[in-house]
């Protein structure tokens, strides 16, 4: 079993607030990122893919068809775009680090060309991230 | 807010969080002689110590709340970070001044523990591990004793 990652950064951007909640309790409990206009951030997100080497390729999984799929489910749908009006499969959602590597992870893992999708790790921030994966995935890539 | 289309079920998700402090210690273990203590720690058994910027990662997991989309609320988080981590230990010597290295060495793998034992008190998210780095290339990791074993997903 090889683990492979691609990086890939976009922007977007977004707000925190639940309208079954009062202003005040949206203030309460997000803070800043409830401030009405909404603001932004450079994401980082990095593609854990696993499997085992092909034998004639050597690759787990062809980076060519891995970047076009992150370019078209990802990028196409996030990059520059106002996570909480622009994409679909976020309605409803509070559009945080953890539902947003979600989202990503149910877009990315029935498509995933070669292996099978092991992590996604979103960086809202270099200090703030979200990891998401298959609950019983093991540490190094096995199932355990 | 209803429906809100959660896969949920066998999907985990897990909340990193990085933080940072700055602290001196020095490597010496009273059991050894200090010929020994010198032999194995080389420069970090110096006399007067010496000091690290210190990078802590706490990675928590848990329900996304439906209402909030969080694990635990971010402010909750960091404020227990701040209270319990960095105040103790912020510019502090970590033998003279943090009590669980008066008779333990205060190496980073020590460190980890201390700050895992600590965290797991967090009571709004479960603990998953904590790292820690001591420069940008010593790195150390503790997810407590039992979760040394593969079952605690992706690293």
Known sequence: ?144 | MTALGYAGGDLKIELGRRYRFAASHRLHSAQMSDAENARIYGKCNNACGHGHNYTVEISISGDVDPATGMIANLADLDSFVQREIIEPFDHRSLNEEVDAFRAEVPTTENLCIEIYRRMQAFPLAKLERVRVEETSNNSFEYAGDEAVSDSDGAL
Not at chain 1, 45 to 57: C, K, R, S, Y
Not at chain 1, 65 to 83: I, N, S, Y
Not at chain 1, 108 to 127: A, C, T
């Open chain 1, 1 to 144: 079993m090889v683990l492979l990652t691609r990086k890939i950064e976009f922007s977007a951007s977004h707000r925190y607030n639940n309208p079954a909640l009062s202003p005040e309790e949206n203030q309460r409990i997000f803070g800043k990122c409830n401030n009405p206009h909404g603001h932004g951030h450079n994401y980082t997100l990095e593609v854990t893919v696993a499997g085992e080497p092909d034998p004639v390729t050597g690759m787990v999984v062809d980076l060519a068809d891995l970047k076009k799929l992150l370019e078209q489910e990802v990028m196409k749908r996030m990059d520059h775009r106002h996570l909480n009006f622009e994409v679909p499969e976020l309605a409803g959602q509070i559009p945080t680090c953890e539902n947003v590597a979600r989202v990503i992870w149910n877009l990315l893992e029935p498509k995933i060309p070669q292996g099978r999708l092991h992590r996604v790790r979103l960086y809202e921030s270099p200090d703030l991230f979200a990891d998401c994966f298959r609950n019983g995935a093991g540490r190094n890539g096995s199932a355990s």
